[in-house]
């Protein structure tokens, strides 16, 4: 059974900041790996989807990397800004099924 | 297109009463999926159609809990009778034919039963 641990559960970090969220599963065998933000309240919005023969995806100021052999993917948040304040999920896809780890919440502090 | 599109976003109802959740999936996608949303437990996925027909519903909780697809777009999951602990945000999701392409979510029902 497919199991997705994100670390840390919560980040508080001055606005300006670089930051790597981390997120971790125990079935390599996946079609993808897709990263959400949530706000609250709120619907899940994807952020960056990586195929498994890929190993990164970039867009604006956010990197996610892939490396399924050692289970795990980072997403990189450049130059962090009080917007960004919210929950990141990461999702790995199986057989149609994704699976969602429990999320990071992100403050980004002024 | 409008995306996912989920109805109604906010239901309050009465432990016993029926409740029925909408969703409308992209135009195109052959796959939906109804998910769970709750502190505790994170977002477990309930059950996944494709072409309408029910693949896996091993996440569905308990009896109480029915979804059907009867045609492309349009899937309904309903609770009767309703229980305190089905409070939560209901999700529908939806992927096109090429596994690989992601999910693209609805904004969610959040449900409350009193």
């Known amino acids: 059974k497919q199991e997705v641990t994100q670390i840390p559960a919560a980040l508080s970090v001055p606005e300006g900041e670089n930051l790597v969220l981390n997120c971790s599963f125990t079935?390599?065998?996946?079609?993808?790996l897709q990263w959400f933000r949530q706000d609250p309240g709120k619907g899940l919005t994807s952020l960056l989807l990586i195929q498994s023969s890929q190993r990164e995806q970039t867009s604006g100021r956010l990197n996610a990397s892939l490396d399924k052999s050692s289970g795990r993917s980072t997403l990189y948040i450049a130059a962090s800004q009080p917007g960004d304040s919210a929950t990141y999920l990461c999702a790995v896809q199986g057989a149609q099924k994704l699976v969602f780890g429990q999320g990071t919440r992100l403050t980004i502090n002024p | 297109d409008a995306g996912v599109i989920q109805s109604p976003r906010h239901e309050v109802t009465e432990m016993g009463q029926e409740v029925t959740l909408r969703c409308k999936p992209i135009?195109?996608?052959?796959?939906l999926f109804w998910y769970r949303q709750t502190m505790m437990r994170g977002l477990e996925l309930l059950i996944y159609?494709?072409?309408?027909?029910?693949?896996?519903d091993s996440g569905m909780p308990e009896d109480r809990f029915s979804a059907k697809m009867p045609n492309a777009s349009f899937s309904t999951l309903k609770i009767q009778p309703s229980e305190p602990r089905d409070s939560a945000v209901y999700f529908c999701?939806?992927?096109?034919?090429?596994?690989?392409?992601?999910?693209?979510f609805g904004s969610g029902t959040r449900l409350t039963v009193v």
């Open positions: 135009s195109g996608h052959d796959y």
């Open positions: 079935d390599s065998a996946i079609y993808n």
């Open positions: 159609f494709n072409n309408n027909v029910p693949i896996d």
């Open positions: 999701a939806s992927s096109p034919p090429n596994r690989g392409n992601g999910y693209t």
